[in-house]
C-alpha cells in the first residue's frame, strides 16, 4: 500500500531532532510568537532571501492579512486563477473583496497572464498568481500590468526562478506549512515575505489584533500567530529543505522516465529549480477515474487536484459562473491525476508506482 502522501513516515525521517525541537519549545515555557518564533523567522528570511517575514497561523491568514494590509475591501476586484485551492479565493472574500477569475496556461496549470491582464478593470486592486504543485508562475508579465502582485506560494516554498525564490518577485508573498507542504509543519502555520518594510510592519500588527504595544490596538486586526511548538519543528524542517527537495526531484524524474511514451502527460518541463514538485500531477486524457480506481485496486493511492475548479464551486453561485466559462481549467480538472509524492517515497516507491500506472494504463 503507498498512501498519496505519507505524514507519519515524513515525521520519521527526522524525529530525534523534531522531538529534541518540540521539547526544547515545551520546557521554554513560551508558546506563542517568542524566540523560536523569532528565530524561525529569521532563518526563513536568510533561506528566501528576502527582507522580511512575518509569521501567521495558516496559508489562508497569511493571504487575508496580505489582502488587509494593502486594504484591500469591498468594492475592489482581485484577479486570480481559477485552478487553485480554494483557500486562494476565500482569503479574498474574507477581506470583503471580489475574486475575478481568469483561465489557465494548460502546459504549467498555472495563470495564463493573457487571461490575467484581460481581467484587469478601474477596480482591480492586486493580481494573485498561485504557484501551484510546486511550479513557478510567471510572475514578472503579471507585475508589468502595474498592480500589486501578491504571490500565494503555498505550494511553492523553495522554487526559483531566475534566482528569485518563489514569494520575494511581487509586493508581497504568501506560505503555507500545513503538513503536506514543501516545508511542511505538524499543524497549521502561514508566513508573508515583503521587501516592504512598511508593509510587513502592518502584517505583523494585523496578526496581533492590531497592535505593537501591549494593549494598545492602532489597527482592527485578528489572532493570527505562530506558536513556538511548530516554529521549533519548522527550524528543523528548514535545514533539511533542500535535501527534501532534492529528493522531490528525483522521484519526479523517475516518474517522468518510467512514464515516458505511455498515454500520460507529465508535467512541462521547467529550469531544474522552477519545479519543487509538490504534488506531482499527470494528465489522463482519457479513463482517469477507471485508470485511479485500478490503482486504489492494487494498492497506490492517488489524489485529484483539482476536480472542481472555483468557478463551479458551489460557495461561488452567487458570481453567476457558468460550465465553459474557463475551458482550459475545466478540462484539466477532468484530466488530472496526482500520484503519490513525498520525499520519503525514493526512487523504488515511484518505480512500484510508475509500474502500476503502467499495468493500469492497459
Ligand atoms: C494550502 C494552500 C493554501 C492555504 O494554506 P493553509 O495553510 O492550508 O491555510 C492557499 N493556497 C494554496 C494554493 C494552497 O495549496
Redesign the pocket.
Known amino acids: 500500500m503507498i498512501p498519496a502522501f505519507d505524514a507519519a513516515a515524513e515525521f520519521a525521517a527526522a524525529a530525534p531532532d523534531l522531538e529534541a525541537a518540540a521539547l526544547r519549545a515545551l520546557r521554554s515555557g513560551r508558546y506563542i510568537l517568542g524566540d523560536e518564533v523569532e528565530s524561525f523567522e529569521q532563518e526563513v528570511t536568510d533561506y528566501l532571501g528576502t527582507e522580511h517575514s512575518v509569521s501567521c497561523a495558516?496559508?489562508?491568514?497569511a493571504?487575508t492579512l496580505a489582502f488587509h494590509a494593502l486594504d484591500i475591501g469591498p468594492g475592489d476586484e482581485v484577479v486570480t486563477t481559477v485552478f487553485?485551492?480554494f483557500?486562494?479565493v476565500s482569503a479574498i472574500l474574507a477581506c470583503g473583496a471580489t475574486p475575478v477569475l481568469c483561465d489557465i496556461d494548460p502546459a504549467t496549470f498555472c495563470i495564463d497572464p493573457v487571461s490575467a491582464a484581460r481581467a484587469c478593470s478601474p477596480k482591480t486592486r492586486a493580481i494573485v498568481p498561485?504557484h501551484?504543485f510546486g511550479r513557478m508562475a510567471e510572475v514578472d508579465p503579471l507585475v508589468a500590468l502595474g498592480y500589486p502582485v501578491v504571490e500565494?506560494a503555498?505550494?511553492a516554498f523553495g522554487a526559483i526562478s531566475n534566482g528569485r525564490h518563489a514569494g520575494t518577485i511581487g509586493a508581497v508573498g504568501?506560505h503555507?506549512?500545513?503538513p503536506t507542504?514543501n516545508l511542511g509543519g505538524f499543524g497549521?502555520?502561514?508566513l508573508v515575505v515583503t521587501a516592504d518594510a512598511d508593509l510587513a510592519a502592518k502584517v505583523r500588527m494585523l496578526r496581533a489584533h492590531g497592535s505593537r504595544e501591549k494593549y494598545l490596538h492602532e489597527l482592527v486586526g485578528t489572532n493570527s500567530r505562530l506558536d513556538a511548538l511548530q516554529a521549533s519543528m519548522l527550524r528543523v524542517r528548514l535545514r533539511r529543505l533542500d535535501e527534501a527537495l532534492a529528493a522531490r526531484r528525483a522521484i519526479a524524474g523517475v516518474y517522468e522516465e518510467m512514464l515516458a511514451g505511455l498515454p500520460v502527460v507529465t508535467p512541462a518541463p521547467a529550469p531544474e529549480l522552477a519545479h519543487t514538485h509538490n504534488i506531482y500531477v499527470i494528465r489522463i486524457p482519457s479513463g482517469r477515474d477507471e485508470v485511479a480506481g485500478r490503482l486504489a485496486a492494487s494498492g497506490i493511492q492517488t489524489a485529484v487536484h483539482y476536480a472542481t475548479p472555483v468557478h463551479l464551486q458551489p460557495a461561488m453561485r452567487p458570481f453567476g459562473y457558468a460550465t465553459g466559462d474557463f475551458p482550459e481549467a475545466e478540462r484539466a480538472s477532468r484530466e488530472v491525476l496526482t500520484l503519490p509524492m513525498f520525499p520519503s517515497l525514493g526512487p523504488d516507491g515511484a518505480r512500484t508506482v510508475a509500474n502500476a500506472l503502467r499495468g493500469a494504463l492497459r
Open positions: 495558516s496559508g489562508t491568514d493571504l487553485t485551492f483557500a486562494t498561485v501551484l500565494d503555498a505550494q504568501c503555507s506549512f500545513f507542504k497549521d502555520g502561514g
